[in-house]
């Protein structure tokens, strides 16, 4: 295996908000060109590269250099991610209300692509990013980013939202409900909660079941090496396999069959949806 990752658990008063802080050390043996395949999963990713070697994004169909500090927004397909020397980060996965209450920026704002965190969230971010790298221990990484984080969710605390409540109930239940039954969970009707929706995150809210559901299948395939499909497909609501089978493709770019083969080439982070 070419990377090292690990997961850390933030505190109770940010796991509305955060899913995980992580370290991820790629490229472990300096291949040239070595290339990972990323299978959405419903999250807001920030990157906070601690070497001088970046990876390489596209963006405008053209590979370049990703930002210093960079924020990957929700994707709805999977995209590709190249490095060319190790590289080291520290991470933060946002749920995607996460970076609207804690620094009251939409995430619409970068749906589908990813930008420098610098120039959405500004400079109090770029003395966040110094004192992390200064840092010498994990511990203290997730200390300054538990306080920078609590300071900014108090600047920008936000009135509780029916966005915020579909998009909890959505993950809660692992993307497996119809619009009519979120609807039921959310007093609102349907049409402003499409419209809300597409408006702050940039996706719609079934866009979001979709991706949710997809994250409980990683889960799946994750904990175990024998994966029946046939039984996966009908415990996370699909109607037959083969819809099972056109879903997982859209969503991961390949059939599931050829991605429990490949599972190496594909970096998959399956976020907690409980």
Request: aromatic share 12%; hydrophobic share 35%; charged share 25%.
């Amino acid at each position: 295996m070419n990377v090292r990752f690990s997961e850390y658990r933030p505190s109770y008063a940010l796991s509305p908000f955060v899913q995980a802080y992580y370290t991820g050390d790629f490229n472990l043996y300096s291949e040239d060109n070595f290339v990972q395949s990323v299978v959405p999963n419903g999250c807001i990713e920030m990157i906070i590269h601690l070497t001088h070697d970046h990876c390489e994004l596209v963006k405008s169909e053209s590979w370049g250099k990703s930002p210093e500090f960079t924020l990957i927004g929700l994707q709805t397909k999977p995209y590709e991610v190249k490095f060319h020397d190790m590289v080291q980060i520290f991470g933060i996965r946002f749920n995607p209300e996460g970076i609207y209450n804690i620094f009251g920026v939409p995430p619409a704002l970068f749906t589908a692509t990813f930008e420098d965190s610098s120039d959405i969230l500004g400079v109090a971010f770029k003395d966040y990013c110094s004192w992390l790298r200064e840092a010498k221990s994990i511990q203290q990484k997730i200390r300054l980013t538990e306080d920078f984080l609590l300071k900014k969710m108090s600047d920008h605390a936000q009135d509780f939202d029916y966005v915020r409540l579909a998009s909890e109930t959505i993950r809660k239940h692992h993307g497996m409900l119809t619009l009519e039954e979120l609807v039921q969970q959310v007093p609102i009707s349907p049409r402003q909660l499409q419209r809300e929706f597409k408006r702050r995150f940039g996706i719609t809210a079934k866009e979001y079941m979709r991706l949710s559901r997809l994250n409980a299948i990683q889960q799946y395939m994750q904990g175990t090496e024998m994966v029946n499909l046939t039984e996966l497909s009908y415990d996370t609501g699909f109607s037959d396999q083969s819809h099972f089978i056109r879903e997982f493709r859209q969503l991961a770019g390949t059939n599931p069959r050829t991605f429990l083969k490949q599972r190496d080439n594909f970096l998959t982070l399956p976020v907690n949806l409980e």
